[in-house]
């Protein structure tokens, strides 16, 4: 059974840091791009942040960019993503999710495979 799981998230003052790791199981993270979605209430998903696991590539969006930080344990079949200097406006739900196996960096949300189940996170004072 194909799985990812995602843990780390919860509520955090504005300023702080979360740590968000990803488990994938039933699959490998070998030779695709994975990474992070949000969705806020009321709002589309958006991509955060990915990873290709062939050459270590990475991207984010413009509203993380210097923040965040993601990194991938290919051994492990797991995936993180470091939040720092978190805003009010980072609070949404967070997906882990692994994209096609070819040469794509920035995966398109109706291209992933796979999907976590999410994990919420609340930037509040």
């Known amino acids: 059974e194909v799985q990812l799981v995602e843990s780390g998230g919860g509520l955090v003052q504005p300023g702080g840091s979360l740590r968000l790791s990803c488990a994938a199981s039933?699959?490998?993270?070998?030779?695709?791009?994975i990474g992070w979605f949000r969705q806020a209430p009321g709002k589309e998903r958006e991509g955060v942040s990915f990873?290709?696991?062939?050459?270590?590539?990475?991207w984010y969006a413009d509203s993380v960019r210097g923040r965040f930080t993601i990194s991938s344990d290919n051994a492990k079949n797991t995936m993180y993503l470091q939040m720092n200097s978190l805003e009010s406006e980072d609070t949404a739900v967070y997906y882990c999710?692994?994209?096609?196996?070819?040469?794509?960096?920035?995966?398109?949300?109706?291209?992933?495979?796979?999907w976590g189940q999410g994990t919420q996170v609340t930037v509040s004072s």
């Open positions: 990873i290709h696991t062939t050459d270590g590539s990475t």
């Open positions: 039933g699959f490998t993270f070998d030779d695709r791009a």
């Open positions: 999710a692994a994209g096609p196996n070819f040469k794509i960096l920035v995966v398109p949300p109706d291209i992933v495979d796979y």
